[in-house]
Every structure is written in structure tokens, then in C-alpha cells.
């Protein structure tokens, strides 16, 4: 019998947020791809889980672009062998986009938006999910392929369409993922990210509110865990995440 | 007082089926701009209005162009004046897409169908908001933006994706213009259209079940009519529109 | 040939507002038949029907009581003969229920609010689906069976539970009976009312806000007219209303 | 410095399935009070908790019964002392119902329905959130209210209102709940079960397809044990749950 393949875990748009927390999670148990436009966005990451025992691997690639893509998936084949497998990937990347009045709103706002969050997460999956498929044989956990959501995930409010349009997109690519590679095995799961989380860049917001006022992005990695976790008996599709003194 | 501008009605994706029959109906009220990429999507319906007393313009045009939109509105003005207004405003154009695996869909299948479904619609709209709010002045019923959507934009079933995508962003994107120009008198609203709708094309669908299985493209037009004349003090952003037999 | 039973529209919950509008819209079709539990509540208004060359009959009636019910559709037949039909009948009715702390809501509005807002609607349902069957041979119109709902119908706000949870099982009930019969030709509806309705009891809110801030009973009525009129090949099961300027 | 008071876990609707299998996991934790209408329904359960070193208090009571829960609480107090608080409280009970055409469902049967499935959780929370506030001050995770829906908590299929009616209120019941305690640090949370459960009734079912096919129940309370242990940075409201391989 030959050996099983190597099952690694993969991070798409990972910065100081969830992204990285999330890569902190699992890379106690896989070794991890840190994919984000920037090198400055995940080197100082991969060094601290390469130092930490760990094994991380940064590779710089615009999610949006399939031949960036392509090539991500043949480093990761150079680094971890031609018969890698995967025990998870995770998509946290957004597009950018404007809150102000739609007729004020450039149409590539728009453009670039819907090509990181609604386009970059089709091409994400048409990459990894045949690593996915691949780690069925070898992953003690369903394989499991992890969409990041937002409030705007399932409500489009006023002056906020460049970013839902994305979002509900993404969504919808979950849901129909969901249900084709469920009874392949693959666990596909969307998060409904559904509040403040608590990194460097909000460290200012709510500061008239306590701390537990934004979420973690650690106890967010721990909820992408569980998902992990599950047995292909109880699938979660989706969940949301919010601190318990968020209004909605 | 200078003289009310002049009113008309816009719809995109003019075929045989929903666009056509909407076209009609709102022809008896206003001039009607036919927008579709082939010219003969709209030569005879165009005709047909012209000789029945009604009065149409076709337009050869890409909703996914920002330049082509352009084009389109300056093709108007040249008809109906400088200072044209819009009564309504129809989105009825969906992107092509494959019933497929998913990895089997090229993602060019997923970018042209964005392109069209949730770009378009968002072209679209920047193109005609300013017509439609210039019709506050003078249209009896509050200007009307109404988009097509489907089962797919509120389900996104396995093998549906290419499709969903779109649908589900350009949901998100009525939602939030609903939200937006609601309160500016402008009337946003969404239909989701819940089976087979009744035209040449599927003719041969549902052959073993009665003529009714199928939704009639003109009842639809008279829904949106009646979205059209909604008083603005009653408002209905979302309906569903489905055959009495049809599961769901 | 016999001749065809005489077709009549049920509106249960008369009040000052929407079941008023409803219930006059509705009798320059049919004779109308006006539920409510205390006369004063349609004794006014069936005489202003009656006056105008309609034709109103109000019956006093609990609709949280299968007896009270029975009696009332006793009442009906004895008016309008033993093979009265309907073409429409309208459940408007809610429970009393306080907007207060959870904890200090006695279990007694929690019983009564779902006795009318949810048991009500399923005894309402359950005594006049027979006679909008037997409409199915006479009416021009599909026969439909339209409930009023709510902003509480769709979202369960804190403090509101004593509201929602009637108001969430009658809209259940109306998804389900919309899939069951509709097949049989029965047009089931379900709208929800998301805003204020401009009634006198509501005189006094909203008052720094312009006129059209407030729903429209009649306004209402015409949607509803609208519903039962709509083709059974193109059936709506749920519209939300609400006015242009809402936030929402 | 008065000692803290004992935590307890509730979990009402004790059966062979997701009760039983709930009661087991928290037992490693707290004491356990089995709340069910028949002593049978505990009986064995209990004696299996407490020969494995767990403590389980079985309590034969109707949750659609205020006084009937009142008793319980006495009881409870009675046993675990006056302080008592708890950490977690799980309703897991429904009422009966009938999949059959709606007009030969008795009224009876939706009666008893809505009561267990919707005054029973209303009665339910309102016996125990007194108890799981008082949890505040020594619970390790935030006390928790946890609710087990099901399919026909979002769907209500044909022929299925006499339990999506209860189902629906139950989930509108916990959404209010979660919105009004969340701020307070209670975790309010309802799951979706969108499955069949491999319980000893339903062994017989879906017997051509592989045993993953059905929900694990230990797998559910594994589940409620995580919704329990999530930071009040973190709150999920709602999780569903299916077998991979389930068509949703």
C-alpha cells in the first residue's frame, strides 16, 4: 500500500484578523498555506508557526486570477510533494469596496469587488477541491472547505451593495457546493461573521463598549475547528457569529 | 414652467419570453427602449409596438458595458430629448450558465455570467437611476426599478452555481437600491420567477401536464404593472411568482 | 344545469383598519361576510356596505373557537343558502400581546395571542377552505385565502415573542396550505405588513414624519384585490409592504 | 463570601434519542434533571447516570403545564437547594401531529401540537431563565437555552402544519429570546436538525442507504455542548445539522 498522502490545510486572505487566527488553529494540525496578495501579509505569520513547531508555507497570489491560482497549487505540489491532499481550506478573502451613495460608487469598485469575493471564491474552490477530494482517503475529519461571510452575507442595507453583492454571491457558491460535494464527503460550511472582530485595525471602534463588545478571532478559529470536526453524520452548512451584546 | 420631461420605459433583455410581454404592457403607457445584444431579439417586437400605436426604440447594447450603457443612454436622449425621464426601469437579462459539476464549468462560464446577472444589473442601474429619479417630477406612478429573478436567486441548488451566483447578488443588489431609493420615491423591487415560464423555447417542457404548469409571460408583465402603480405609501420590495401545480 | 352557488368573500378581524378597507374593496365583487368578536367592531361598517348597494352580513364570532366558527358558517348558509361558495376569505385577525421583558409577560398573553394569531388562523382555514373548493366551479378569480401578516412575522425582535410566535405559525400555516392547495386551484397568500397603517387609533404616530410615512389600508386592499385576481399560472404566495420611506 | 450556587443542567423532551444522548453529555459536567412526561421516558436514563457516577434527577412533568413546571421547580429546588442555578437548559420536546391532508387533521391535534412545541418552550424558558440568570455568577461558559428544531422549522411542507406551526413559534420564541438575553450573557440558540435521527424508532428507515445517513444523536449533543462552550464574544445562534449525504 502506498503511503497516504500529506494532508495540508489552506488559508486564502490572510491578514491580522481571522485569517490568521484561523491558520494559528489548524496548523497545530496541518501544515498550513498562508495565500494572500502580499507577502507583508503573511510573513511574519508563517515565521511564527515555523518557529512555533510548526509548518507554514506563504505563497503571494490574487485569488481572483486562475493562472495566479494555478500556480499557488504548483508550489504547494513542489513543497509538499505531487500527491498532496487537503484536510481543509478556507476562503476569508473580500473583495474591497465603498460605503457611500450607489451613483457615487465607481463601476470598478464594484468590478473588483465581485472578482475577489464572488469570482476569487469559485476559482479558490475549482483549485482546492480536487486536493479536497483527494483528502477523503487520509483526513480522520471530513475534508472541509470553509467560507467566510458577513452580516451583508444576508442582509443588502442602503450604500452597502458593493460589498453584498459579493457576499450573497458567495454564499449562494457555499450553498450549492454544500449540496453537490456533501454526499461526496467534503463538508462545506459558510460563517456568518456577524459583528466587529477584534484586531489591530478596530482597535479603536466601540471603545465606549466593553471588550466582549467585538468578536474574537481566535474563539472564531475554534468555531472553524468544530465545524472541522464534525462527522459527515451531522454537517453544519451554516453558522453565525456574534457577541452576545450585538444588536440585530 | 418649463414642460414635464418626457417619460419612457427601459427594458433590458428583451426576448421572446418576460422582456417581450413586459415591453407590451408598459408600451401602452410609455415609449418603450428595447435593450438587448442581438438586434434580433428586438426588430419584430419593436415593429409590432411601433405599427400597434405604440412607440419603441431598440437598442443594440451589453448591460455588462459600461460604455455600451453609455452609448445606450445617449441613443435616448437623441430620441426623446436631453431631459428624458424614466417611468420604469426592467432588468430582465441573466448571464448564461451550465447545469454542470462544478468542476467541470469553465470559469469563464462563471465570469460571463457574473458579468451579466450582477455587474449588468449594477450598470444598469447606475445608467437609469438618474432617469428614473428625473421622473419624480412628472410620473404619475412612482418610478419603478424592477429585476428578474429566479428560483435560483433565493436557492442555489448542486450543479446551479454558475447561475446562483449572479441571481443571488443581484438580489442583494435590489435590496439594498430598495433601501436606498425607497425613501427618494423611487420604487425597487424584486420578482422571483418560480418555474417555466411559458415561451417558445419551452414549448416542448412539461409536455405531460396541463397548459397552466407553465407561467405566462404576459401575467408576469401584468405583475410588474402592478408593482409599477404601487402609491408610495405601500410598497412591496419582493414578490414570488409561481404556477398553482408547480412544487416548491 | 343547476345554477351555480352564490360566491361570497370572508374577512375575519374587522376593525378600523385593513379588515375594513379589505372587506369594502371586496363587497363591490361579492357579498361580504364580516367577522369580528364584537359587533361594534363591523356594525357601522356593514351598514355603510349595505347602504351603497352592497351586500354585508357581520356575525359576532371568537375565531380562536371551532364552535364559534361552525356557528358562524351556520350563519352563512342560512343567509346565502346551503351551497354558498367563496371566492375569498381573508384572515386579519391577530391576538392581544404586551411589549415587555419576557420574564414579566404572563403565560395567559402567550396562550391567547397564539389562540387567535395561530390556532385562529388554522380553525379559520379549516371552516372555510370547504367553501372556497366549492368556489372553484363559479369564481372568475381563483379562490384565495390571504393572511395578514406582519414585520413580526419574519423577524422576532426582543420584547416581541409574545407577538411573533402567533405570528410566525401563521405564516407556517400559510406555506403550507399554499403547497397543498394550490394545486387544487386555491390562490393562498401571505403579506406582510412591515410599517404602521395610517388608522385612527395610530393617528397620533409618527407625526413628525410626512402623511405617506403610514401604510395605506386601502392600499392594502387593492394588493389584496390584486392576489386574488392574479392568473393560476402565476401565483404569489408572499408580498411585503411597506411605506417608500421606511427603514427596513 | 457565600458559596456559589450548584449548577444543573435541564433537559426537557427525554427520550431514546437526541435527549437521552444530550442528558449523557452535559451529565460529565452537571447534574442532569430529565424533564418528560412519562417516568419510563427517564426512568432508565437516570439510573445509567448515576451508576456511572453522574447525578440525574428524572421528574415526570407537561411542559404545556405552568403549574405542572412550577412543581418541577420545586422539585429541583428541593433536591439541589433554594440557590440552585443552572448552566444549561435544553427543550427538546414537540407535540404530536399528523402528516395528513389539513382539512382531516382535528383540531385537537394542532391544539396540543402548539401547545407542547410552542407554549411548551414559552412556559419552559420562563421557569428556567430565572435559573440560568442566576447561573451567571459561577457558570464557566454562559448559561444556555438551547432549542431543537427541525426541518419543518424553516419549511412547511404540505400536509405538515400541524408541526411547522409549533416549530415555526419555537424558532421565532428563540430568536426573541437570544436578542432580549444574549446583552445579559445568557446564550440563546436553536438547531436545526434537518434530518432523521438514528434512534431504536426509526431503525427501519432508509435501510438501503449507508448508516451515515442518519443523524447521530451523540453527535447532537456534542454540538449543543460547543454552542454551550463559546465565549460571549461568540455567539451562534442557529446551527443546522444533516447527515452529508441528505437532499436539502
Excluded at 16 to 28: E, I, L
Excluded at 160 to 167: I, L, R
Excluded at 171 to 182: D, H, M, P, T, V
Aim: proline share 7%; no cysteine; aromatic share 8%.
Amino acid at each position: 500500500m502506498p503511503p497516504l498522502s500529506k494532508l495540508i490545510a489552506i488559508v486564502a486572505g490572510v491578514g491580522p484578523g481571522t485569517g490568521a487566527s484561523v491558520a494559528r488553529k489548524f496548523s497545530s494540525h496541518y501544515p498550513v498555506v498562508l495565500l494572500a496578495r502580499k507577502p507583508e501579509s503573511y510573513e511574519s505569520l508563517a515565521e511564527e508557526i515555523n518557529s512555533n513547531g510548526g509548518k507554514a508555507l506563504g505563497i503571494s497570489t490574487d485569488v481572483s486570477s486562475k493562472e495566479g491560482l494555478a500556480k499557488a497549487v504548483e508550489g504547494i505540489k513542489k513543497e509538499f510533494g505531487a500527491d498532496v491532499a487537503a484536510a481543509a481550506a478556507v476562503f476569508n478573502a473580500s473583495g474591497p469596496f465603498l460605503r457611500k451613495p450607489f451613483l457615487e460608487i465607481p463601476a470598478e469598485t464594484f468590478e473588483s469587488s465581485l472578482s475577489v469575493s464572488a469570482l476569487g471564491g469559485i476559482l479558490f474552490s475549482q483549485a482546492f477541491l480536487p486536493l479536497l477530494l483527494k483528502g477523503l482517503e487520509s483526513s480522520e475529519h471530513p475534508p472541509s472547505l470553509i467560507f467566510t461571510g458577513a452580516t451583508a452575507s444576508v442582509k443588502s442595507n442602503a450604500q452597502m451593495a458593493s460589498f453584498s453583492t459579493g457576499k450573497w454571491a458567495l454564499r449562494a457558491l457555499s450553498q450549492s457546493l454544500a449540496r453537490e460535494f456533501g454526499p461526496q464527503g467534503i463538508h462545506v460550511a459558510h460563517a456568518i461573521i456577524d459583528g466587529v472582530i477584534d484586531i489591530p485595525r478596530t482597535r479603536e471602534w466601540l471603545k465606549d463598549m466593553p471588550p466582549e463588545a467585538k468578536l474574537s478571532a481566535d474563539a472564531i478559529a475554534n468555531d472553524y475547528w468544530w465545524l472541522h470536526t464534525q462527522p459527515k453524520t451531522n454537517f453544519t452548512w451554516e453558522i453565525d457569529l456574534r457577541p452576545a451584546i450585538e444588536k440585530w
